[in-house]
């Protein structure tokens, strides 16, 4: 278990969102509006939390974010320059672990799909793929009847990984990497890559 230090306040652009790790069915906009708004009348929001991962040869350190997308997409449109955060040091599966536990006993409540979506992470991972129902429910703040659910709902069974070939298969959903292109895309080429989101991965179309 990470133990996370805190509070302290960073730069608002030192760290790093990953699409991956949002498990919540989807940003609300309304809920950011009204957030921004808040801190802009002087309302100090709970520390978001980030886990310290340290980079190899090709990669730089980062501050990952995992609890908070909505706060700190808040804290962005209400022009704040930092951000109050809690931070622990780990590896890129801490980091997983608890993005998928995140929002289980605070903030805006998960949505079904959101919680899908956080045993999906669970399952998407070679370690956590093998662990049992139960066991992953503790760790996603679900219930093993729901872990049990996913993992039928997408063919998969104890110890096999679920991939994102087959989330697309079953939910039509793009894979991490359409994803992540769209998010780095300029505003004026999103349209675009919506457009042209025919291959199973970015990389297929090479």
């Keep these: 278990m990470l133990r996370f230090s805190g509070p302290t306040v960073l730069p608002l652009a030192s760290l790093t969102l ?7 069915e989807a940003i609300d ?11 802009r009348n002087g ?9 310290a991962i340290a980079g190899g040869d090709e990669e730089d350190d980062a501050l990952v974010l995992v609890d908070g997308f909505h706060r700190y997409e808040a804290h962005s449109d209400a022009g704040s320059a930092d951000i109050l955060v809690e931070m622990a040091e780990g590896t890129r599966r801490d980091a997983m672990i608890e993005a998928a536990k995140a929002n289980t006993n605070h903030g805006l409540r998960r949505t079904t799909i959101g919680k899908r ?15 049992s129902g139960r066991e992953l429910a503790t760790m996603s703040g679900t219930s093993h009847t729901f872990v049990n659910e996913t993992r039928s709902r997408y063919g998969v069974a104890v110890g096999e990984l679920l991939t994102e070939k ?8 793009p894979t991490g990497e ?25 990389s297929a179309l090479v």
């Design 18 to 24: 990953d699409p991956a790790l949002q498990c919540r």
């Design 117 to 131: 979506r956080a045993v999906r992470l669970l399952l998407r991972d070679a370690e956590c793929c093998h662990l």
């Design 43 to 51: 309302t100090r929001f709970p520390a978001v939390r980030v886990v």
């Design 178 to 202: 359409w994803v992540t292109l769209r998010a780095e895309a300029p505003q004026w080429h999103r349209s675009e890559v919506e457009h042209i989101r025919i291959a199973p991965t970015p």
């Design 166 to 173: 087959r989330i697309g298969d079953v939910e039509g959903e």
């Design 29 to 39: 906009p309304d809920v950011v509006a009204e957030y921004a708004e808040l801190i």
